[in-house]
T-cell receptor, first 115, second 114 residues
Framework: AQTVTQSQPEMSVQEAETVTLSCTYD???????LFWYKQPPSRQMILVIR??????QNATENRFSVNFQKAAKSFSLKISDSQLGDTAMYFC????????????FGTGTRLTIIP | KAGVTQTPRYLIKTRGQQVTLSCSPI?????VSWYQQTPGQGLQFLFE???????NKGNFPGRFSGRQFSNSRSEMNVSTLELGDSALYLC?????????????FGPGTRLLVL
């Protein structure tokens, strides 16, 4: 079974700074998908970024980028120029590429942006 | 397009009762997944439906069940509620639920069991 580990329960950073959230996973599959979701206080889960394992290029979405290291099974999220609206729980998630379409989530990192 | 909607948003029940939660996916999406979120267990997969058929099921007791209608709307039911069923129940939809499609989440239903 796949597992996802987020080793940083809480982080805080000053507004406008850069922060990196860590995520490691364990799988025997070669092809899969990785996601970062954000859950603000409203509890709505919002997709931040998505990475296909077969793509070597790291995904980017505006201020959000990932560092995907397939051999190390590592998938970190970098938030540049952090904003107050980035304050939220961030979940790393794994999905197989076939059959079972469930998301396996990590335990989350609570990120606080300090004004 | 309208997002995933869930009703009701909040619910209070007592032990032993049953509850039904509803989820309407994004228009055109045919796969609906359900997740339970609790402080102790985190986010756990309940089940996934596609074309009115349950394709995948998580490790939950038989008290948890679901169904999907021909318009892709889905319901989940929890019978004989226990205190530990208090949680945020999240529904997510995707077009066909294959090939690593992104799942889009609804706002959730917060269930409190007293």
């Amino acid at each position: 079974a796949q597992t996802v580990t987020q080793s940083q329960p809480e982080m805080s950073v000053q507004e406008a700074e850069t922060v990196t959230l860590s995520c490691t996973y364990d799988t025997s599959e070669n092809n899969y998908y990785l996601f970062w979701y954000k859950q603000p206080p409203s509890r709505q889960m919002i997709l931040v970024i998505r990475q296909e394992a077969y793509k070597q290029q790291n995904a980017t979405e505006n201020r959000f980028s990932v560092n995907f290291q397939k051999a190390a099974k590592s998938f970190s999220l970098k938030i540049s120029d952090s904003q107050l609206g980035d304050t939220a729980m961030y979940f790393c998630a794994f999905m197989n590429s076939f059959g079972n379409e469930k998301l396996t989530f990590g335990t989350g990192t609570r990120l606080t942006i300090i004004p | 397009k309208a997002g995933v909607t869930q009703t009701p948003r909040y619910l209070i029940k007592t032990r032993g009762q049953q509850v039904t939660l509803s989820c309407s996916p994004i228009s055109g999406h045919r796969s609906v997944s359900w997740y339970q979120q609790t402080p102790g267990q985190g986010l756990q997969f309940l089940f996934e439906y596609f074309s009115e058929t349950q394709r995948n099921k998580g490790n939950f007791p038989g008290r948890f069940s679901g169904r999907q209608f021909s318009n892709s709307r889905s319901e989940m039911n929890v019978s004989t509620l226990e205190l530990g069923d208090s949680a945020l129940y999240l529904c997510a939809s995707s077009p066909v639920g294959t090939g690593g499609e992104t799942q889009y989440f609804g706002p959730g239903t917060r269930l409190l069991v007293l």
